[in-house]
């Protein structure tokens, strides 16, 4: 029976544990989307995991709408990341890079007062975070046929500089209402050529991205994350069963190193649901690692891994304010809370300012 404490592969990757770093924006770049020292000692400092995943990398300005977060698509990028890989491997740790497009819910003001792009013209609910405070979302504007080639281009190109970079692998974000999300829900897809309507229309462009993905870096340095249960920041379907299960099934059919979920408990950061978290169902069609993410305790992830469900558990918020939680968790050890004021701000405070190794 696996414990959270026992190796495991994970496609190309060697995981020394199964305590895996959740990916979050933490906003500690600059507006040139530069990674920079402080993330790299944030980084260092969790080499503990048995993976870590980067927070969301904007793969394009087009795609990139949180303030201060980072990118990868120019040559500053990469070498600001290349410092963050070197010093994780340095420290015996393992780091992927996840691969962002914000799709809806990025505001004009980071396209010099562009629209947005999405599969429709629709309008995300809420306000989004910009340089100049909060503002409401604006409508964006459905993709051409003739872009979608571009946007699985820079996806492409992205991962190109993360393998260049020095990521042990890349995952690509298709939850959390982002993107690719936008395309596999009903709810926001209301195309009707051959990216919209049926599941399998719904479902083309995650896995046109992901194949291009695996032919760029190879199957085993891709992974993908989705968000199969309840809304996620305005974006929901009629039949997820049915949606999530077709979309894992087909990635399975790829060879990815790991699928990934996110399944919010009725407290969930990006909004609270009553839908029932599908990893078990999805387990049955998809046979590769499947990691499991949010609002576990080190109880409920213990009992997921030794039945079965999932082969690791994913953790974030615990991550934030316990930079050793792999240690913690062998030892018994208390666990910090995080301050929530801290979590985008600038600076040390809160991002690399906890401490480790408790004795």
């Not at 927070?55 to 394009?60: A, F, K, L, T």
């Not at 979590?343 to 809160?350: L, Y």
């Amino acid at each position: 029976m696996a414990t959270l404490f026992d190796p495991i592969t994970l496609g190309a990757i060697e995981a020394p544990n199964r305590i895996l770093m959740a990916p979050m924006t933490r906003g500690r770049s600059d507006q040139t989307a530069v990674p920079n020292d402080l993330m790299r000692l944030y980084y260092k400092q969790r080499a503990g995991a048995g993976l870590i995943i980067t927070e969301s990398i904007g793969i394009s300005q087009q795609g990139l709408g949180w303030p201060n977060a980072p990118g990868i698509w120019n040559a500053e990028q990469v070498e600001g990341w290349k410092r963050i890989t070197a010093a994780v491997h340095a420290a015996n740790g393992r780091i992927m890079a996840q691969l962002w497009h914000m799709g809806r819910l990025v505001h004009p003001s980071f396209l010099a007062g562009e629209a947005p792009v999405s599969c429709s013209a629709t309008t995300a609910p809420g306000h989004a975070y910009t340089y100049a405070g909060t503002a409401p979302y604006e409508r964006a504007r459905a993709l051409d046929l003739n872009e979608i080639p571009r946007i699985v281009d820079d996806y492409v190109r992205a991962a190109g500089n993360a393998i260049n970079a020095g990521f042990d692998g890349v995952q690509l974000h298709a939850a959390n209402g982002y993107l690719i999300d936008q395309f596999l829900r009903d709810s926001s897809n209301l195309r009707d050529d051959m990216y919209g309507g049926s599941v399998d229309n719904r479902i083309r462009l995650m896995l046109e991205i992901a194949k291009a993905l695996c032919d760029e870096v190879g199957a085993l340095r891709v992974a993908v994350r989705l968000s199969p249960n309840g809304d996620a920041q305005g974006v929901d379907d009629s039949k997820p069963e049915i949606l999530f299960t077709a979309a894992a099934a087909a990635l399975d059919k790829l060879g990815i190193a790991f699928l990934e979920l996110r399944e919010p408990d009725a407290s969930g950061t990006f909004g609270k649901t009553e839908v029932p978290r599908q990893s078990s169902l999805i387990r049955t069609v998809f046979k590769g690692p499947l990691i499991t993410n949010s609002d576990r305790t080190m109880a409920e992830a213990a009992a997921e891994i030794a039945s079965g469900v999932a082969d690791a558990v994913s953790f974030g918020r615990p991550f934030i304010s316990n930079p050793d939680l792999p240690f913690r968790f062998a030892k018994g050890a208390e666990l910090v809370p995080s301050d929530p004021a801290t979590w985008f701000s600038q600076g040390a405070e809160g991002y690399t300012s906890y401490p480790a190794n408790p004795r």
